[in-house]
């Protein structure tokens, strides 16, 4: 049986190669190849291979190797030519790139024995005149996994919090689906804490999740820096308010917002150099929603305003630790000055 678990949704994709292994008895008999360093010629021995100890032998490919420049579906031609690969050696890996791995694969698919059960896993959505998607149709299964967006996230929500044993209110969904978005496995762990916090038959509630849920109040963050951004002070104000009384400490406020207008200050530089939000996100090490959020509001400053912004936020974080200023007289202070 040859299984192809492909997609943009790679929870899920890993969640369902969870349950493949688990239904199966493999025994010792199971190898991982990590597609981007696996020997084609490797893979295609172990699959020929009967098992020992079991009636079964599992295969996981996890990925594929990466395309080389220039390569394309013609390439393929001197596949598996040449002497054999030798151990350690990367360089005779692969000779023939992406096309040539999926091609030999393919052609692998249709002669496998019974006795081995493969799963190939890709982060990616394959086209559907891929030749390895056929193969796994005519010889085996597919399961395609989605992100899930607007009510469909909301679905898989209330679906994960029924699984895990809870039951979770419209507001607490919303507020998940809106600050942490489809970023499923991050939502799996945060509903697995707050399951863990309200027991077994409970209720997670939209206090719960302010409470407890990190990633929120990070998110909730994100607003006042918009806010700060826009020059909306009365609303930068009133999220400032909602986040200390929901018992945001005044300091960690300061650190974190301090860290966005320093994120803030190298998007803009490296914007300035041409680069977009995709390059942004690989050369400063950030995740590419912040990269993308961040060239949204580094419109609305110069460099100057930044720089002065940065200082502010110094001065302050330097204010509440000598207790000059009361921690709401010192953010307040803060917000109606900020970027001036």
């Known amino acids: 049986m040859f299984y192809l678990l492909h997609g943009e949704d790679e929870f899920t994709s890993r969640e369902r190669l969870k349950q493949l292994r688990s239904q199966g008895d493999f025994g010792f008999n199971q190898d991982v190849y990590m597609g981007n360093d696996a020997d084609i010629k490797t893979v295609i021995m172990t699959s020929e291979t009967l098992p020992f100890l079991s009636e079964?032998?599992?295969?996981?490919?996890?990925?594929?190797?990466?395309?080389?420049?220039g390569e394309s579906a013609a390439s393929v031609e001197d596949t598996n030519k040449g002497?054999?690969?030798?151990?350690?050696?990367?360089?005779?890996?692969?000779?023939?790139?992406?096309?040539?791995?999926?091609?030999?694969?393919?052609?692998?698919?249709?002669?496998?024995?019974?006795?081995?059960?493969?799963?190939?896993?890709?982060?990616?959505?394959?086209?559907?005149?891929?030749?390895?998607?056929?193969?796994?149709?005519?010889?085996?299964?597919?399961?395609?996994?989605?992100?899930?967006?607007g009510a469909a996230l909301e679905k898989w929500i209330t679906g994960r919090a029924k699984g895990i044993g809870v039951k979770i209110a419209p507001e607490a969904i919303s507020l998940l689906a809106n600050f942490i978005g489809n970023n499923l496995r991050l939502l799996a762990n945060e509903l697995d804490k707050l399951a863990m916090y309200v027991g077994?038959?409970?209720?997670?509630?939209?206090?719960?999740?302010?409470?407890?849920?990190?990633?929120?109040?990070e998110a909730r963050i994100f607003d006042l820096t918009d806010?700060?951004?826009?020059?909306?002070?009365?609303?930068?104000?009133?999220?400032?308010?909602?986040?200390?009384?929901?018992?945001?400490?005044?300091?960690?406020?300061?650190?974190?917002?301090?860290?966005?207008?320093?994120?803030?200050?190298?998007?803009?530089?490296?914007?300035?150099?041409?680069?977009?939000?995709?390059?942004?996100?690989?050369?400063?090490?950030?995740?590419?929603?912040?990269?993308?959020?961040?060239?949204?509001?580094?419109?609305?400053?110069?460099?100057?305003?930044?720089?002065?912004?940065?200082?502010?936020?110094?001065?302050?974080?330097?204010?509440?630790?000598?207790?000059?200023l009361t921690p709401e007289m010192a953010l307040d202070l803060l917000v109606v000055n900020f970027g001036l």
Not at 56 to 69: E, Y
Not at 229 to 236: D, E, F, L, T, V
């Open 56 to 69: 079964q032998r599992l295969i996981i490919i996890d990925g594929l190797p990466k395309k080389k420049r």
């Open 83 to 149: 002497g054999k690969a030798k151990k350690g050696r990367k360089s005779s890996k692969n000779a023939a790139g992406r096309a040539g791995f999926e091609k030999a694969l393919t052609e692998h698919v249709a002669t496998m024995p019974d006795s081995t059960v493969m799963i190939l896993l890709l982060e990616e959505a394959l086209d559907s005149n891929n030749a390895l998607l056929k193969a796994a149709e005519k010889h085996g299964k597919v399961f395609q996994s989605t992100l899930p967006k």
């Open 200 to 217: 077994v038959g409970g209720t997670i509630t939209i206090n719960d999740v302010r409470q407890l849920s990190a990633q929120v109040q």
């Open 227 to 324: 806010a700060l951004a826009q020059r909306n002070r009365k609303q930068a104000l009133n999220i400032l308010h909602d986040l200390l009384a929901d018992g945001e400490p005044p300091l960690k406020l300061i650190s974190t917002i301090t860290s966005q207008v320093r994120t803030l200050l190298l998007v803009k530089e490296q914007a300035q150099r041409g680069m977009r939000g995709g390059q942004i996100a690989s050369t400063l090490g950030i995740a590419p929603f912040i990269a993308d959020k961040a060239l949204r509001q580094v419109g609305n400053f110069n460099a100057p305003q930044l720089e002065n912004a940065y200082r502010q936020l110094l001065s302050t974080d330097a204010a509440l630790k000598r207790s000059r």
